[in-house]
């Protein structure tokens, strides 16, 4: 590559790595850079990484399901762990696609490409509600069946298809968006307002729950196969992402950002390989028979001969040497296809690049799937997580959208905590009128649709023990003791 060239991609990765921090405005960004940089000597995307550690959302996963719900053992992952080993795997495919990048001309720090996956890893999976992917169903089911769509001839708490469709098609990438830039320091714009990069990087489907046109989403097109922000966070999305200089295809909807590729990579990795062993490691699946699925993926070379006779030991070993021979294949794939990457041409998975290395992660989830996702009691647990979100949501949301709430209903509302309610946009009037609103004032000054947001933020917000222990006491299963 030509000189030029390289000027060219090195402005270009400069854009893509801004650290202008979403929601703060001109002079709120000198303020708060002039005062960390007295005192702090860690880079944006370090403090990023340190923000989401200690936040509440973050330490909310340690019981919340990665696969199985409720699990009595202590060895098996939930969230929170599976979240911090794919930050470790982030790190590495981040770093050494840096250095890739760099043998390739562009001047960059490889060091901040590290840690700002590993951050985005860490915020992967914040937005999950409890019971993983069988909550999002249970959202999903609860409002189809519940909550009619604008302009059908019934009574609606939407003003638009998107607002509804949020909702319908409710979305744990979206509402991971939302908790990090509007439920966090609820009082200001932006929230705790992190780099545009890091949110870029964390944003696997960069459009609305409705294309433009309400055309169908593009099979085949990765970036459409989900959304990833809610039409109340909009304005942050589009701040986010034209920071960063994204490509807008159409008005709202993005290419990714090319560092969001390596954030799947870290997820489909840990997820096939890790999930297999906590199967294992429950007596889901034959210990011997995990250990083989793994070798099977190793070069013979590296297989060790004999085998470790414990089980356990050679588990471990061979999932160790799995992800070791896994990242520099993504490595790989994203500096052969960087230049693509980068113009937002590419709309594959870094795996799917590597057409064998797909097929031994679908082989691995395919079996684990069988007979671990779809253990019985999996399944079981997950079909009480469904009535449990469906019953809290038949309590708080018809409770918040009521006009005229009865007395059940406004108990019910006063269960929900007020900061609930606060967005910045009234942060103003209530400091000037020196006291909290109440709490139906609060409620009253949204619309049927935010109301309904902030009903979905307190669920999801809840772990899976205490969603059922709330449901529970809120049904009169258990009375609070």
């Not at 009691?377 to 079909?383: A, K, W």
């Given at each position: 590559?030509?000189?030029?060239d390289?000027?060219?991609?090195?402005?270009r990765?400069r854009r893509?790595?801004?650290?202008?921090?979403?929601?703060?405005?001109?002079r709120?960004?000198?303020?708060?850079?002039a005062?960390h940089?007295?005192?702090?000597?860690?880079?944006?995307?370090s403090?990023?990484?340190?923000?989401?550690?200690?936040s509440?959302?973050?330490?909310?996963?340690?019981?919340?399901?990665?696969?199985?719900?409720?699990?009595?053992?202590d060895?098996?992952r939930?969230?929170?762990?599976?979240?911090?080993?794919?930050?470790c795997?982030g790190?590495?495919?981040?770093?050494?696609a840096?250095?890739?990048?760099?043998a390739?001309?562009?001047?960059?720090?490889?060091?901040?490409?590290?840690?700002?996956?590993?951050?985005?890893?860490?915020?992967?999976?914040?937005?999950?509600?409890?019971?993983?992917?069988s909550?999002?169903?249970?959202?999903?089911?609860?409002?189809?069946?519940?909550?009619?769509?604008?302009?059908?001839g019934?009574?609606?708490?939407?003003a638009?298809?998107?607002e509804?469709?949020?909702?319908?098609d409710?979305?744990g990438?979206?509402q991971?968006?939302r908790?990090?830039?509007?439920?966090?320091?609820?009082?200001r714009?932006?929230?705790?307002?992190y780099?545009?990069a890091?949110?870029?990087?964390?944003?696997?489907y960069?459009?609305?729950?409705?294309?433009?046109?309400?055309?169908q989403?593009?099979?085949?097109?990765v970036?459409?196969r989900?959304?990833?922000?809610?039409?109340d966070?909009?304005?942050?999305?589009?701040?986010?992402?034209?920071?960063?200089?994204?490509?807008?295809?159409?008005?709202?909807?993005?290419?990714?950002?090319?560092?969001?590729?390596?954030?799947?990579?870290?997820?489909d990795?840990?997820?096939?390989?890790?999930?297999?062993?906590?199967?294992?490691?429950?007596?889901?699946v034959?210990?011997?028979?995990?250990?083989?699925?793994?070798d099977?993926?190793?070069?013979?070379s590296?297989?060790?001969?004999p085998?470790?006779?414990h089980?356990?030991?050679r588990?471990a070993?061979?999932?160790?040497?799995?992800?070791?021979?896994l990242?520099?294949?993504?490595?790989?794939?994203?500096?052969?296809?960087?230049?693509?990457?980068?113009a937002?041409?590419?709309?594959?998975?870094?795996?799917?690049l590597?057409?064998?290395v797909?097929?031994?992660?679908?082989?691995?989830t395919?079996?684990?799937?069988?007979?671990?996702?779809?253990?019985e009691?999996?399944?079981?647990?997950?079909?009480a997580g469904?009535?449990?979100?469906?019953?809290?949501?038949?309590?708080?949301?018809?409770?918040?959208v009521?006009?005229s709430?009865?007395?059940?209903?406004?108990?019910?509302?006063?269960?929900?905590?007020?900061e609930c309610?606060?967005?910045?946009?009234?942060?103003?009037a209530?400091?000037?009128?020196?006291?909290p609103?109440?709490?139906?004032?609060?409620?009253?000054?949204?619309?049927?649709?935010?109301?309904?947001?902030?009903?979905?933020?307190?669920?999801?917000?809840?772990?899976?023990s205490r969603?059922?222990?709330?449901?529970?006491?809120?049904?009169?299963?258990?009375?609070p003791s």
């Open positions: 590559m030509s000189r030029d390289n000027q060219e991609r090195t402005e990765w893509l790595l801004s650290d202008t921090r979403v929601g703060s405005g001109p709120d960004a000198q303020v708060e850079d005062a940089r007295r005192l702090d000597e860690r880079n944006d995307y403090r990023d990484y340190d923000r989401i550690v200690f509440s959302e973050f330490r909310c996963l340690h019981d919340k399901t990665q696969v199985f719900p409720l699990s009595t053992s060895y098996t939930t969230r929170l762990t599976h979240s911090i080993e794919a930050s795997v790190r590495s495919l981040g770093h050494q840096g250095l890739g990048l760099k390739q001309g562009v001047d960059l720090d490889p060091s901040h490409l590290g840690t700002i996956v590993a951050a985005a890893c860490l915020a992967h999976d914040i937005g999950n509600p409890p019971f993983g992917h909550g999002e169903a249970a959202i999903q089911h609860w409002v189809g069946q519940r909550l009619s769509p604008p302009g059908e019934r009574k609606s708490p939407f638009t298809e998107a509804w469709r949020d909702l319908r409710f979305e990438n979206a991971g968006f908790i990090l830039n509007r439920l966090q320091s609820r009082e714009r932006g929230g705790l307002r780099t545009a890091m949110l870029g990087a964390m944003s696997k960069p459009r609305p729950s409705v294309l433009p046109g309400s055309r989403k593009t099979k085949g097109v970036s459409e989900k959304f990833g922000y809610f039409q966070d909009l304005d942050l999305a589009l701040e986010a992402f034209r920071a960063t200089d994204l490509r807008e295809r159409e008005p709202g909807v993005f290419s990714r950002h090319p560092l969001a590729f390596l954030v799947e990579a870290a997820d990795i840990c997820y096939a390989v890790i999930d297999l062993e906590d199967s294992a490691k429950l007596g889901l034959p210990l011997e028979r995990a250990c083989e699925l793994l099977s993926v190793l070069p013979e590296t297989v060790r001969k085998p470790p006779r089980l356990e030991t588990l070993q061979a999932r160790a040497r799995v992800i070791g021979k990242i520099p294949q993504c490595v790989e794939a994203f500096v052969e296809h960087a230049l693509d990457l980068e937002g041409r590419t709309e594959q998975s870094l795996t799917a590597k057409p064998d797909r097929a031994q992660l679908d082989e691995i395919g079996f684990t799937r069988e007979h671990g996702y779809w253990s009691r999996v399944l079981q647990i997950e079909s469904f009535k449990t979100l469906g019953g809290l949501l038949d309590m708080f949301a018809l409770s918040v009521a006009e709430p009865n007395a059940e209903e406004r108990k019910l509302r006063q269960l929900l905590p007020l309610f606060q967005r910045p946009e009234f942060a103003a209530d400091e000037a009128a020196r006291r609103p109440r709490r139906d004032e609060a409620i009253q000054r949204l619309t049927p649709y935010q109301r309904l947001l902030c009903v979905t933020d307190y669920i999801t917000g809840l772990s899976d969603a059922v222990e709330l449901y529970q006491r809120l049904s009169g299963i258990q009375l």
